[in-house]
C-alpha cells in the first residue's frame, strides 16, 4: 500500500496527523509507521504488513475461536476474522464509536485488529528508533520491537511486533497453510447407510392449516424463505401466486394452502417455500412452516384409503404415515401428482413465456450446468448466527420431546436420552457443544439426527431455517482460529449478495473419537 493511500485513509477517518505528519523522506534509513491508540496506550506498527484501515464492521461470531476474536467479516467478498486489540491486552472492553478502526494487517493471512483510534502515519528515522529494555521492568515488553521518542506529538510510541502477536496468541493461524484439500468437501454417510435405508422413508414434513403434510425427500431440491417480492402472473388460478427469482431462474410459486381449499393466510417469518422437481423444471410450494426431516420405517406407511382417493392423477396425497402409535398422523404428497394440474401447468408455461420474453435462456442454461458445482446444506440457526451441514450428513429433524431422560454418570456434554421409534438416541445441546450460552427450551428448537462413526446421535438446535443450494464457489475455507475450530468449522460460504456467511459444520467432528465408546454405551 503507498503512503498516499494510508494518508487519504487517515484524513478521510477523521485522524489527526500529529506534528511530525506524512514524513517524504525516502531515504533507506527512515521507515513509516501507522500509529494508533489502544486503552490509552500509544502503538505503532510498520505501515509495510498493513493493507488498509477501515472503520469496524459487522461481524458473525465463531464459535470455539479464542476470546479475541470479535467475529468474522466480509471485506469485499473476501472472509476477514476481527480481532480486538483491548481484549489481547486486558484492557477494559469499550463500545465502537465513530473512531473505532480496524487496522487489516497482512503477514500471510489479512486480519483486522480493532483500535480505540487511528493518530497519524509519520516517517522515522532507524536512528531515532530504541530498544525495549529501558521499559522492560514496567511494561510486559514481549510483544515489543521498540520505542520510538517524540514522535507525532507523543512521548513515547511503543512499537507493536504484530507477527509476535499473531504467533502468540493464534498459533493455529502463524501455522496455517490454508490447505485448499480440508476444502475438498465433507465426508457423506450416503454410501454406508443405503442398504439400511433400504426399508426407510425419509421425508420434509411441514403444516398447512393445522394439518401435518410430508413430501419425500428426493422429489425436495431445497427449502428457503419467501421472497420481499413475488411478481404476478396474469390470468392465472387463484392458487397460483406468481413467480421468484431464484439464482437467475424464474421459478413459479404455489399456495397449497389454495390448492386444498383450505383458509388464507398470510406468509410470515415462519412460511418457507419447497422447491420441488418436476421433470426438467421445478416448483415451489409455499408452506405455513416446515417441521421436520422423517426417518420412518415403510410398516408404518399405509395407502390412502380407497373410497378417499380422488380420481385419476389428482391424487395428490398418496398414503398416510402412522406415528407414535398412530397418535400423529402424516399425509404424504405425490408430487408427480399433485402438479399434474392443469392450472400448474398453465403456470410452467406462463413461467417458460416470461423467460422467452426476458430472454432469459442464456441465464437459465448456465444455472442448468452449474447443478454439479452447487452444495446442498441444511441451514440452521444458533442464537442469531447461520450455520450449515450437507444435507446427506442428516439422518432426520425431529423436535425436542417435552422431557429428555437422564442418565446418571453420562458424560457432561450429553444433555439426555430420547426415545426414537424404540431406539435410545443420545442427545447433545450444540449451543454447549460449540461453547455458547445455553438458551431455555421453546418450541422452535429441534434435534438434527447425525450419524458419527455409526452411532446415531441428535444435536438440539435454535431452528432449522431451510435447504440451501450454494455454488461451490461462493464456499470458502475458513480462517483457522483455533485447533478445534479448525477441524469443525473448516469451511464458510460466504453470500455476499445476501450479506449472509453460513458457516459449514463438519459433522464428523461433532464428538470427539474418545467420546464415541461413552455415547454407543448410553444407546445400549
Same mark, same amino acid.
Given at each position: ?25 525516502? *531515504?533507506?534509513? /527512515?521507515?513509516?509507521? %501507522?500509529?494508533?491508540?489502544? +486503552?490509552?496506550? $500509544?502503538?505503532? %506498527? ?32 473476501? =472472509? ?14 469499550? *463500545?465502537?464509536?465513530? #473512531?473505532? !478502526? ?19 502515519? $509519520? ?15 514496567? $511494561?510486559? /515488553? *514481549? ?33 496455517? /497453510? ?14 454406508? *447407510? ?60 404455489? #399456495? ?8 388464507p393466510q398470510n406468509a410470515d417469518e415462519h412460511s418457507r417455500i419447497v422447491v420441488v422437481a418436476l421433470g426438467s423444471t421445478s416448483v415451489g410450494v409455499v408452506m405455513d412452516n416446515v417441521n421436520e426431516v422423517l426417518r420412518v420405517a415403510r410398516s408404518e406407511v399405509d395407502p ?10 389428482? @391424487? ?5 404415515? !402412522? ?28 413461467? &417458460? ?15 442448468? &450446468?452449474? /447443478? ?27 423436535? =425436542? ?12 456434554? %450429553? ?19 460449540? +461453547?455458547?450460552?445455553? @438458551? ?35 464456499? &470458502? ?33 461433532? %464428538?470427539? !473419537? ?11
Open positions: 500500500m503507498s503512503n498516499e493511500t494510508l494518508q487519504t485513509a487517515s484524513q478521510e477517518y477523521g485522524d489527526s496527523a500529529g506534528e511530525e505528519g506524512l514524513l517524504e523522506s525516502t *531515504e533507506s534509513d /527512515t521507515r513509516q509507521f %501507522v500509529t494508533f491508540i489502544a +486503552g490509552n496506550e $500509544v502503538f505503532a %506498527v510498520d505501515m509495510a504488513p498493513v493493507q488498509e484501515i477501515i472503520r469496524v464492521p459487522n461481524v458473525v461470531r465463531v464459535p470455539l475461536a479464542p476470546i479475541a476474536l470479535d467475529g468474522l467479516s466480509n471485506l469485499r467478498g473476501k =472472509v476477514l476474522p476481527i480481532i480486538s486489540l483491548r481484549r489481547i491486552f486486558g484492557f477494559s472492553e469499550q *463500545e465502537h464509536d465513530d #473512531s473505532t !478502526r480496524a487496522l487489516v494487517i497482512d503477514f500471510g493471512q489479512p486480519l483486522g485488529f480493532v483500535v480505540d483510534r487511528v493518530a497519524s502515519v $509519520v516517517g522515522v528515522e532507524l536512528a531515532r528508533i530504541e530498544g525495549v529494555e529501558s521499559i522492560r521492568g514496567t $511494561v510486559n /515488553t *514481549e510483544l515489543l520491537s521498540g520505542i520510538i521518542k517524540d514522535v507525532g506529538g507523543h512521548a513515547m510510541t511503543m512499537v507493536l511486533d504484530f507477527a509476535k502477536l499473531i504467533a502468540q496468541e493464534f498459533q493455529e493461524i502463524a501455522a496455517a /497453510t490454508r490447505n485448499v484439500a480440508m476444502s475438498a468437501g465433507l465426508a457423506s454417510t450416503a454410501d454406508s *447407510e443405503e442398504e439400511e435405508s433400504g426399508d426407510e422413508l425419509q421425508l420434509v414434513s411441514f403444516d398447512v392449516a393445522g394439518q401435518e403434510y410430508a413430501i419425500t425427500i428426493e422429489d425436495v431440491q431445497e427449502i428457503v424463505q419467501v421472497p420481499d417480492q413475488i411478481i404476478h402472473v396474469p390470468h392465472s388460478e387463484a392458487h397460483v401466486l406468481g413467480v421468484m427469482t431464484l439464482r437467475n431462474r424464474l421459478l413459479p410459486l404455489v #399456495s397449497l394452502r389454495r390448492m386444498f381449499d383450505l383458509p390412502m384409503p380407497g373410497l378417499l382417493v380422488r380420481e385419476g392423477d389428482l @391424487a395428490d396425497i398418496s398414503q398416510i404415515c !402412522r406415528l407414535e402409535g398412530g397418535k400423529r398422523l402424516v399425509s404424504i404428497i405425490s408430487a408427480a401428482n399433485l402438479f399434474h394440474h392443469s392450472s400448474v401447468k398453465e403456470a410452467l408455461k406462463s413461467v &417458460e413465456n416470461l423467460r422467452d420474453d426476458e430472454h432469459s435462456d442464456a441465464s437459465v442454461g448456465v444455472d442448468d &450446468e452449474a /447443478t454439479d458445482d452447487d452444495e446442498q446444506v441444511v441451514v440452521f440457526r444458533l442464537d442469531k448466527e447461520e450455520f450449515g451441514v450437507p444435507i446427506d450428513s442428516v439422518q432426520e429433524i425431529v423436535r =425436542v420431546p417435552e422431557e429428555l431422560t437422564h442418565i446418571p454418570r453420562a458424560p457432561a456434554f %450429553v444433555e439426555g436420552v430420547i426415545n426414537l421409534r424404540g431406539a435410545v438416541l443420545p442427545v447433545i445441546d450444540l449451543r454447549r457443544r460449540l +461453547g455458547l450460552a445455553t @438458551a431455555e427450551r421453546s418450541d422452535r428448537q429441534r434435534v438434527m439426527v447425525f450419524l458419527i462413526e455409526g452411532m446415531r446421535t441428535g444435536f438440539i438446535v435454535d431452528s432449522v431455517a431451510e435447504v440451501l443450494k450454494i455454488h461451490k464457489a461462493a464456499i &470458502e475455507p475458513a480462517p483457522t482460529l483455533s485447533a478445534e475450530q479448525g477441524k469443525l468449522l473448516a469451511r464458510m460460504a460466504n453470500l455476499e449478495k445476501q450479506k449472509r456467511m453460513v458457516q459449514l459444520i463438519d459433522p464428523t467432528h461433532l %464428538v470427539e !473419537r474418545r467420546d464415541i465408546d461413552d455415547l454407543a454405551r448410553m444407546a445400549k
